[in-house]
């Protein structure tokens, strides 16, 4: 029996990103060619800037702040942000969570917190909502695999969460359990990870204002695709540490074994902090592309959230814990 390794799946995926980066150039030349009317909105750098969504993008969320933390960098367009993400519990295609994520069932939907806490609770995703006014915050996203993406985000920071079922002192990391229900989501009866899709932070990351709880984007209700009904997003981090669809938040002792650590531990380490001065095994760091841009850009020490975080790994090397 053939079995195919998540690290052979992540490989398969960089070259399937160069492939889309080819074709994209060849459109983009033939766009030059032909006029860039003639392009799809995907392929066109303009969608970038055409960023703001109809009011048919999705429920609106109502009343939302602004937030400190946000950037002030162009934003990627709602098409691109729904349109190419990771989500392999709907497929391992860039393509598949919007194709295949309208299964997911997101109401009813709870949140349990538990584990060496004081007051465990199971809330639903309502009384959530109601926990602390939501507000914008426009983040950058680096993924892991070398692409980036400015998304305007709704929510509010994870420690308003957390407070809710008043942490014990000998909590000293959080995980994050994603759903994992193979009738609604076809990724899991596949073997390609280790469901359910779990990640966790050190207790002060966790706690850090802006570690987010994701419930929107661009002020409407999240969609499916990107992790509805809600999600984590720790913008110093590459992507894979901001787990989608939460169904459970546990309090633990010691470090949690995350599914990509589980998958591939040479190439998937707990911090996952982005760093251009640390290659992943099998491809450089150093740069990004900007979904939307030709040409690549630098990536910056903790995504560019140095000032706000680095304090948090103080005297710790960075190599080891990669
Ligand atoms: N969460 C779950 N449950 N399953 C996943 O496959 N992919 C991760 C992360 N969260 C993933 C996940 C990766 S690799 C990235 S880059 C981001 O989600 C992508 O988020 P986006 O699709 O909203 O851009």
Sequence with gaps: MFIRKPSDIVSSEITSEEIYRQRRQFLRVGGALLGAAALPVWFSDDAAQAATPAASFGP????????????GETQNSYEQITTYNNFYEFGIDKSDPAANAQTL???PWTVTLEGLVQKPRTLGIEDVLKLVPLEERIYRLRCVEGWSMVIPWVGFSLSALLKQVEPLGSAKYVE?????DPAQMPGVRSG???WPYTEGLRMDEAMHP???MAVGLYGRV?????????RLVVPWKYGFKSAKSIV??????R???????????????FYSNVNPAVDHPRWSQAKERRIGEFFKRATLPFNGYADQVAQLYSGMDLRRYF
């Design 60 to 71: 609106s969320l109502g009343a939302i702040g602004k937030s400190k933390y946000s950037t």
């Design 222 to 230: 999240l969609p499916n695709q990107n992790g509805a009904p809600i």
């Design 255 to 269: 470090e949690p074994r995350t599914a990509w650590v589980k998958a591939a531990p040479a190439e998937y380490g």
């Design 105 to 107: 069932r997101t109401r």
């Design 210 to 212: 802006l570690t987010l």
């Design 248 to 253: 459970r938040i546990r309090f633990v002792e």
């Design 192 to 194: 390609v990870l280790d």
């Design 176 to 180: 994050f359990v994603s759903q994992a």
